[in-house]
């Protein structure tokens, strides 16, 4: 006597169904197409979708064909991409060199290059760096017609990135430090009226008095939002937009 094994019916998948999580769910339904019928019933999803993702359920006003596993699939898939640390940078701090250049109307103040990995790293894992200046000018405390300049250079000389290039009235007070910030433009993948929502900050300190012979030059990438410097990977994902070619440019 031959046994024959039946699929339950409808009913009780349904009924079964609402007992099962999202995950457990979906792969029931790859089980048969009866199963797949039924595992994939409104019914089932929309509570689901509701209690996950209830901004979704409303896309049902425009389009009351999608199913809400559909609805609930493309918001899964979307708040994992949000959730997704970003991949770490092609370039690195050992790629680039930092070239600075203050100057008077009449005269160089500060002119300076240094590899980016030759500086102290900041313990924090901050885009900011300090820049020791032995040899200063004597020059009174302010100074009208200061050009400020900050390029960073893809070693070979592969690339330069301008971060700064600004030109105002400069205090040089002993002690107390110049600062001079630029906003930053947005990437290429971007349009330039949106922004990048970063600032690229140097700031000038002298040590002696009347100007002294010494001093720091401090640079760094601030963020509009929150105001504070950001990590040295999320600078250099940057940074190789505008220094690491393409495939389409190589």
């Known amino acids: 006597m031959k046994s024959c094994i039946c699929s339950p019916p409808w009913e009780v998948l349904l009924r079964v169904g609402t007992y099962l999580d999202p995950k457990t769910l979906a792969i029931s339904s790859c089980v048969s197409r009866s199963w797949s019928i039924s595992m994939s019933s409104d019914h089932l999803w929309k509570p689901i979708c509701s209690a996950h993702y209830p901004s979704l359920c409303n896309l049902r006003a425009a389009d009351p064909t999608v199913p809400y596993r559909r609805l609930f699939s493309i918001g899964y898939i979307s708040l994992k991409r949000r959730l997704r640390s970003p991949s770490k940078p092609r370039l690195s701090l050992d790629d680039v060199v930092f070239a600075i250049d203050v100057r008077s109307r009449d005269s160089s103040i500060v002119t300076v290059a240094k590899p980016a990995c030759d500086l102290l790293p900041d313990p ?96 760094g990438v601030l963020s509009v939002v929150s105001w504070r410097y950001v990590t040295v990977d999320d600078a250099l994902r940057y940074l190789q937009h505008f220094l690491s070619p393409s495939r389409d440019e190589s």
């Open 124 to 219: 924090k894992g901050l885009f900011r760096f300090d820049i020791d200046v032995c040899e200063l000018p004597r020059m009174a405390k302010v100074l009208d017609g200061v050009m400020v300049m900050w390029n960073v250079v893809l070693k070979g000389w592969q690339g330069v990135f301008s971060m700064m290039e600004c030109k105002g009235k400069g205090s040089f007070v002993p002690g107390v430090e110049g600062w001079f910030s630029s906003e930053l433009p947005a990437p290429g993948c971007c349009s330039w009226r949106a922004g990048s929502g970063l600032v690229a900050d140097l700031r000038l300190g002298f040590c002696g008095a009347d100007g002294g012979r010494g001093g720091k030059v401090g640079v």
